[in-house]
């Protein structure tokens, strides 16, 4: 009866290792579309500017891929904080400052060297600044607060593998305290002669 406990509190133990497991393994994806995000944003503002400055065609052909790639990087990090109800506030004013990130820059997309002081002002523009400022910020703050859920995940999943390695050591050992008591039983209820 004592084996059959520990052995159900030990799976127990790991079914509880497995969820912590599984949301690790969610806080790393959300982390990586957080960095997409982030990167597609830095990348749009850039070629906004490589374009105004010399006219090459190639950075629109970047803009392109590059507001793809961000679309799917938006939508698969809704499809993650939706798991999480607790951030879906932050997570929808970051996303509406993203919003109007991408109708600020998509609307100076195409503006080329002869109208390059046009993007000049709208990038210093102290409105267009803020926003980048929310967004920014708004996706540093997601990141510590996924950080620090996947910092407690990780503590939570080295405390449940000690736990299970002490109870798989205490079911070893009581295995092998039981079986040796069996067995001295069974000398002393039958002795051999010799």
Known sequence: MLLVSATLLLGANISALRANLAQIAHAQQVLNKISELETGLLGEEMIVRGYALTGDSSFLRMQTTGAHNREIACNDLARLMAANPQRLDMFRQVMRDVVKHVEIFSGLNGIGPDKAAVV?????????????????????????????????????????????????????????????IGIWAAEFAHPQKH
């Not at 210093?124 to 910092?151: I, T």
């Not at 939570?156 to 070893?172: H, N, P, R, W, Y």
Request: charged share 25%.
């Open 120 to 180: 000049a002002r709208a990038i210093v523009d102290p409105g267009v600044r803020n926003n980048m400022r929310r967004v920014r910020s708004g996706l540093r703050q997601l990141r510590a607060a996924e950080l620090n859920d996947l910092g407690a995940r990780q503590r939570d999943v080295t405390e449940q593998l000690g736990k299970a390695f002490s109870l798989a050591i205490g079911i070893i050992v009581t295995a092998f305290v039981l079986g040796g």
